[in-house]
């Protein structure tokens, strides 16, 4: 027995010096990653088996053959251990790397959604209750000039047309949130898409006296679904519409490289703050120049156009365009702003 307990003792010292060692190595990476950790952890606990071994057959008066014979053997389990916990580390780490970002990206919806709710109960709100007012004041017959009336009337239909496009915007951005998006691809002529587009924001842009152009031709051919590549061109280059002062201009530009398609909308809106660039595709996110309407025509609904100004025209953007397998993204020109694009080539897919 006292045998026993000095060979553990003997065992114990060096295990405990390696163990210790390990211990600060860890500490001092533990800005490191989760590979870096589990393959430290190993080496500490292969290396301090192989030291207790070692300095036991060192303390047992081996020869010298039976002494490398033992520690030949404890290297070749080392090695092993080490291979082996190696590669099964690496797809450990891997997959508690992909566990928090699927918890991040689990995170990051449910604030959206919670956000989604709050915006639309606020959104709502406030038109329904104006409605209610003035369906109040004409059953009450409180207005009853006739000019009044009939304006009360004007108002009571954009309303009613701007909630029916919010709630429609709301189910189309659900539907691309549910993947429940089904999308029948084609070889789609860009430039047709773009006209049609042109011509329904050219009532605009003539109120709002923007210069809207656009090439007659060079329009390359895309792999998209056709309405709804039409809803990114149209809530694109009606945005730029909106947002750009009167005497502005936005322009709409495309051309192929060799893997994928772009389009350009960009326009002389005086540029999107910094700070607001990285958030405009968010879901209910609305700039500051969302809340300045048009001055010529005295907002945006009064103008008749066909968006929502709900904070989602973005959102569905990038929304429907990922859904083709493509990226949209946005910068800042001189003077104003550019969105960009990317589409998959027909032939690509
Ligand atoms: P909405 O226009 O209804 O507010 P969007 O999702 O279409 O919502 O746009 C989000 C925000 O991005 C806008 O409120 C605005 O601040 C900014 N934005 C979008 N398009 C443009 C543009 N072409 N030029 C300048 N700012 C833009």
């Known amino acids: ?18 163990g210790a060692a390990g211990a600060l190595t860890l500490r001092l990476l ?38 490398n014979v033992v520690l030949i053997t404890v290297a070749a389990a080392a090695l092993v251990s080490l291979t082996v916990g190696w590669l099964f580390g690496r797809r450990l780490a891997a997959a508690a790397v992909w566990a928090d970002q699927a918890r991040q990206r689990e995170r990051q919806i449910e604030q959206g959604r919670r956000d989604l709710v709050a915006w639309v109960s606020h959104d709502l709100r406030t038109p329904l209750a104006g409605l209610r007012a003035m369906a109040e004041a004409l059953e009450d017959r409180v207005v009853n000039d006739p000019a009044s009336v009939s304006e009360y009337h004007r108002r009571i239909r954009v309303e009613t047309d701007r909630m029916t496009r919010l709630v429609d915007d709301l189910f189309e951005l659900s539907r691309i949130n549910a993947g429940a998006l089904r999308l029948t691809l084609s070889a789609v002529p860009l430039g047709d898409v773009v006209s049609d587009a042109v011509a329904s924001a050219a009532p605009l842009a003539a109120a709002c006296r923007v210069r809207l152009l656009a090439p007659d031709s060079g329009w390359p051919t895309v792999l998209a679904s056709e309405p709804e590549l039409a809803r990114v061109v149209g809530n694109l280059l009606l945005n730029a519409v909106r947002y750009t002062p009167s005497e502005g201009t936005v322009r709409v530009e495309a051309g192929a490289d060799t893997d994928c398609a772009w389009l350009a909308v960009a326009d002389t809106c005086g540029g999107i703050p910094e700070e607001d660039l990285p958030r405009v595709f968010e879901v209910a996110f609305r700039g500051e120049r969302a809340r300045t309407p048009c001055p010529s025509t005295g907002g945006p609904a009064s103008a008749g156009e066909p968006t929502s100004s709900g904070g989602l025209g973005l959102a569905i953007v990038r929304g429907l365009v990922e859904a083709h397998g493509g990226r949209v993204q946005v910068r800042n020109t001189t003077g104003g702003c550019r969105f960009e ?9």
């Open 1 to 18: 027995m006292g045998d026993l307990a000095l060979i553990f003792a003997f065992a114990l010292g060096p295990a405990l010096c390696v």
């Open 30 to 67: 533990r800005e490191r990653s989760v590979t870096v950790h589990i393959v430290t952890l190993l080496v500490v606990t292969v290396t301090a088996m192989v030291a207790a071994v070692a300095m036991v057959a060192d303390q047992m008066f081996l020869s010298p053959h039976d002494r």
């Open 341 to 349: 694009v990317r589409l998959p080539l027909p032939g690509t897919a």
